[in-house]
């Protein structure tokens, strides 16, 4: 056992963490912002704190939330845990360019001013396209996909930064027409199953999990779990470059972890090269007033927000994504820490502003942890 996991060992077993960090995502409960929680502090080959919170409804007689076997529905957390990876090995494998255009893959994706649209440019969401469109709207998943393909940029492509869940649609189906496979059964084959994670990470879970499954809305008052909460990626048939994937927290924490060690995890063949995570975790835009710094698909630091998700401590190089359910991911390579915190806000808030509210609870966990892992070093 190396020095640093024998240090990490005993600061799971001698730290005030559960001191420091359940008062946190308590509150959240308290204050009706979500019902349940899991949080898992880590380093690329250690857990520090592993814990879930509350429960999977507000009733007394829900399942009580599992760090290992409840499932989440991590919405935006797609983008980066598995649409992301999909074009890092693509890339890698020289079957995608950053700087061909999207035409040379999508051959529907001709309308005017998409010329110039490139894979860069929706990675770091300056393809200039719309946020969203009204895909719930279309009549079936090919008419959805066919008002993506056929959108106009409504800015230059490169001249600004909006976020925008088509460019991550336009990605997922780039992998589909690159690989010959669907988006879930590429990432499944070349991305989860190497990993081991094929069984804690996936896209339209099995009738079997539903009990496990966090809900994420309510239909005439009975909880919804297991159906993809966002409206798009529902539309699309449960599989989406921006949403769809439903994983648990230990799941995650073991690809958080395969991030933090540059490609690899520690007891598996590496997948990645060094330096094709560091291409798509560098800065490639950077924040301005009230917008994020961007990655190659992640968020980075500043975020350009009043409250941040991320704290006010974490360093220069990290970067994360969050999920309009409640989860989020942020992971810190110079600390060699990451912090994830699923929640399903989306479940029935019984507060105003819980969006606003689950930040703050974000960001103090964020802050916490950041100090927790300061405090082992000296």
Not at 97 to 124: E, I, K, Q, W
Request: hydrophobic share 45%; glycine share 10%.
């Amino acid at each position: 056992m190396g020095l640093t996991t024998l240090l990490a060992v005993l600061v799971l077993q001698f730290s005030p963490l559960d001191s420091v960090l359940d008062p946190i995502v308590q509150a959240g409960i308290r204050g009706g912002v979500y019902p349940g929680a899991a949080l898992i502090v880590g380093r690329h080959d250690t857990i520090l704190f592993a814990k879930g919170y509350g429960r999977l409804t507000w009733s007394a007689t829900s399942p009580a939330v599992s760090v290992d076997s409840t499932f989440w529905d991590v919405a935006s957390l797609t983008k980066v845990v598995a649409t992301t990876p999909a074009l890092m090995l693509l890339v890698e494998q020289g079957k995608v360019a950053l700087d061909c255009p999207v035409v040379h893959y999508l051959p529907a994706f001709n309308g005017p001013g998409t010329s110039g649209v490139t894979v860069r440019h929706l990675l770091t969401h300056t393809s200039g396209l719309r946020a969203t469109l009204p895909l719930r709207e279309a009549p079936d998943s090919a008419a959805a996909l066919r008002m993506v393909m056929t959108t106009v940029p409504v800015a230059a492509p490169g001249a600004r930064m909006v976020y925008s869940d088509l460019n991550a649609i336009l990605l997922g189906e780039i992998v589909r027409n690159v690989s010959g496979q669907t988006l879930d059964a590429f990432v499944t084959r070349a991305i989860y199953a190497p990993l081991g994670l094929d069984q804690q990470m996936l896209f339209r879970p099995p009738k079997r999990l539903q009990p496990r499954i966090a809900p994420t809305n309510l239909w005439h008052g009975h909880p919804i779990a297991g159906v993809v909460n966002d409206p798009s990626a529902w539309k699309l048939g449960g599989v989406s470059g921006n949403a769809g994937v439903f994983a648990t927290a230990r799941g995650l924490a073991r690809f958080a972890q395969f991030m933090l060690n540059q490609g690899a995890l520690p007891d598996r063949p590496r997948m990645l090269k060094k330096e094709t995570v560091h291409q798509f975790t560098l800065i490639a835009v950077p924040a301005r007033r009230g917008v994020s710094a961007r990655t190659l698909g992640w968020e980075a630091l500043p975020t350009g927000e009043e409250i941040s998700s991320a704290g006010t401590l974490l360093g220069p190089h990290s970067f994360g994504h969050t999920g309009w359910t409640g989860t989020s991911l942020w992971i810190d390579p110079d600390r060699d820490l990451f912090v994830l915190l699923l929640t399903n806000r989306a479940y029935d808030p019984r507060v105003r502003g819980s969006f606003t509210k689950l930040k703050e609870v974000r960001g103090r966990v964020a802050d916490a942890a950041a100090r927790a892992v300061d405090a082992l070093a000296h």
